[in-house]
Every structure is written in C-alpha cells, then in structure tokens.
C-alpha cells in the first residue's frame, strides 16, 4: 500500500516518574529531512530519535516536537553561589554605610539576585529515558503511520482511476489509428481525381503512398508501451515498498509516448484523445509528488 508523505501522530504518557508527550507531523520532501524540538538537557535523544523515525519513514520532511517533565524532584538539588551571594551582601553594606541606610537584608532579599541560589538535576539514566521516549515515539509514529496510509489509500484510487482513463483513451486511439490511414486513402485517390479527372490511376504508386503515410503515422508501438506503462503504475500501486521516486520518472515514460503519439498522429479526433491523457497525466504527477 502506497503511503502519502502528509502525515500526524501524537501520543502522551506518565510513566516512571516522567510526563512525556510526542508529537510528529510531514509533509513532501524530495528526501527524508528531519527536525527535533525538544528539552536542551535532553538533546542527547534528537538523534536517536531521527535514526527511529527514519528507519520506519523513507521520505517527506518530519518535524518531532518532544516535552519531557520530571515529576520526581527528590534528588533536585539548589546549589548557592558563595562567592557571587557574598559580594551582593558586601555591595549592598557599602550602599547603606555611604548613604545612611538601614541594613533591612536578609537571606531572602538575596537569593532574589540573578545566579545566587543554581537548581541542579542529578543525572538522569539517559538509556531509561530513551526506552521511555522510544516507546511513546513508537505510539506517535503508529498513528503518523496510519494516517499516511490512509491519505495513501485516497491517493491510490485516484491514480488508478486516471490510469484507467488512459487506457480507455488509448483503446479509442488503437480503433481509431488504422481509419486515419484508410481516410488518407480515400482522401489521395479523391484529390487524384480531381486534379487530373477520369483517368487510370496508378495504384502502385497510390499503394505506395499510403504506406509511406501509414509507417509516419502508426503509433501501435507507442500504445503498447503505454499499457506496459500504466501496467507497471498499478503495481507500484499495489508495493509495500517506497515508490514515490520510481512513480516519478514512470510518468515522465507516459508522457513522452503521450507526445509521440500526438506528434505522430495525424487526425483530430486522435489530438482530442491526447489532450485528454496529458490531462490526466498531470493530474497523476501532482498527486505523485506526495507519495513516500
């Protein structure tokens, strides 16, 4: 099943004293592009995070938006700045002392200076804290997953309903091409016998002409590739496997018979049948771009 590269996952738990919540969404990209918001004291996980995510999408740019909150503050430890925390006391005695204030500081007063009272974290277990990240990860990017799919299951019935259309445009170019030539025919024996009137024809050379006509204008070659085409489109369809790119350059092989068959074919109602393919073409290339 084909996937869309527009996508969105979001997945929360308390677990083992931590509230983690991940978020990830894509959208097209030529290549997978990834970028990571999360806590500074955790950027360690951004690329590990990237390594997981990559190893389950192929393409599209992903943006993962990560917060992590400690409930456990046991071991949260404040630290005082004695040396910053004494020059405050020192400044501010010089300042009563010179303009005849009282000292009315205290402990409290102090620690409100910038840098004074340092919170610190212990370490945290940075292989426990990815298994629990992992695994909430693992949640988003099922969901991230399933709505591509879903997207992906939009975008296929509506490949393979234009590929269809194009097969049934180059049935009626098949019928139609082998009448251009019988049309030709007619039309050269007319014009024959108006520009030199009753006489013998000579049909050699009127043979002749049609064939020369018939090998220009035959595009049986060009039709059969395109049904190989649109036949390998629909099993791109059917692939579990990334296929955005090799879908990309297939439609670029269908255009090209589309406009050798236009620039071969000699007739309007074949011109007609051709605009209508590359219509639908275009429309298949837009709807390619977004497939992984």
């Keep these: 099943m084909i996937r869309s590269m527009t996508g969105f996952g979001r997945a929360f738990a308390e677990t083992d004293g931590y509230v983690i ?3 990830i969404k894509s959208v097209n990209h030529r290549y997978f592009e990834f970028s990571c918001r ?9 690329e590990k995070l990237k390594s997981h ?10 943006d993962c938006y990560v ?3 400690a409930l456990n503050t046991d071991n949260a430890q404040v630290v005082i700045n ?3 925390a004494s020059a405050y006391v020192k400044a501010l005695k010089e300042l009563s002392a010179e303009y005849n ?7 409290v007063s102090i620690s409100h200076y910038p840098e004074v009272l340092i919170p610190k974290k212990a370490e945290e277990d940075e292989d426990k804290l990815w298994s629990l990240t992992k695994a909430v990860a693992d949640e988003a990017i099922e969901k991230f ?8 299951a939009k975008m296929k019935a509506d490949i393979y309903s234009r590929g269809q259309n194009i097969l049934e445009n180059v049935s009626y170019i098949e019928e139609r091409s082998p009448e251009t030539v019988r049309l030709y025919n007619q039309k050269l024996v007319e014009r024959v016998h108006e520009l030199l009137g009753d006489v013998s024809l000579d049909e050699g050379r009127i043979l002749q002409e049609v064939a020369v006509f018939a090998d220009k204008v035959a595009v049986a070659e060009e039709t059969v590739r395109l049904r190989s085409h649109i036949e390998q489109l629909n099993n791109f369809l059917e692939s579990n496997e990334p296929v955005g790119r090799k879908m990309d350059f297939l439609v ?5 018979e589309a406009n050798t068959i236009g620039s071969k074919a000699n007739d309007v109602e074949i011109a007609r049948k051709i605009v209508d393919i590359k219509a639908e073409i275009e429309k298949i290339r837009e709807q390619i771009q977004n497939v992984e």
């Design 82 to 84: 004695h040396t910053l």
């Design 67 to 69: 917060t992590i909150e």
């Design 252 to 256: 670029q092989e269908i255009n090209r």
């Design 21 to 23: 919540t991940v978020e």
């Design 101 to 107: 204030l009282r000292e009315d500081f205290g402990a």
């Design 145 to 152: 997953i399933t709505m591509r799919e879903t997207e992906g």
């Design 38 to 46: 999360l806590p500074r004291q955790y950027g360690f996980l951004e």
């Design 53 to 62: 995510i990559n190893s389950k999408v192929s393409r599209g740019k992903v």
